[in-house]
């Protein structure tokens, strides 16, 4: 049996939990992460919209791509949504966050989101949500070899718009 076209199965819930993180007021406090895979804290929100299986027991070569591009699928099709309702995405390299340049400089750690995102993931696609003063960012982001590959979401202030 062929796979089932995962982008197609999973963007209606997708977007609408995008839409929700949008409208949502952001916490006053930290939180960590929830059971339906959000949490956030003052100015953003971050969400896993869906994850991979892990690899503690299969590294493969095949294994990998396929888990990944499955998530890789889901991320082009909410782009392709996105970018209908604001615009071509701005791409964002996430390395700089990780203050590697300067790792002695005090403060040099990056804002939440972008200081969760750089330890997980390269770069994402950032629309600008004029309507809301916020910022919406996709990116396939994985924190170890093992773990798996997460579809992630962060929200954030227009005004901490990320470069």
């Known amino acids: 049996m062929p796979p089932q076209n995962p982008s197609a199965d999973h963007a209606d819930d997708q ?12 916490p006053d406090e930290e939180g960590r992460p929830e059971a ?4 956030g804290g003052p100015g953003f929100h971050l969400a896993v919209l869906r994850e991979s299986q892990d690899f503690w027991e ?3 070569t ?3 791509d396929a888990a990944e591009g499955e998530l890789a699928a889901d991320l082009a099709a909410l782009a392709v949504v996105l970018t209908g ?6 791409a964002i390299d996430l ?7 300067d790792p002695g400089y005090p403060g040099n750690e990056a804002p939440e989101p972008l200081s969760y995102l750089c330890n997980v993931a390269v770069d994402m ?3 600008r949500v004029p309507s809301a003063g ?21 929200v954030g202030e227009s005004s901490a718009f990320p470069r």
């Open 15 to 26: 977007l609408s939990i995008l839409d929700g993180l949008i409208l949502r007021p952001f």
């Open 134 to 154: 916020r910022w919406l960012g996709l990116t396939i982001g994985q924190g170890d070899r093992e773990l798996p590959f997460e579809l992630l979401a962060a």
């Open 95 to 101: 390395r700089p966050y990780l203050g590697l340049d």
């Open 62 to 64: 095949e294994i990998v």
């Open 58 to 60: 299969d590294r493969s």
């Open 125 to 127: 696609q950032v629309w």
């Open 36 to 39: 339906n895979g959000q949490w």
């Open 85 to 90: 309702r604001w615009g071509a995405p701005e």
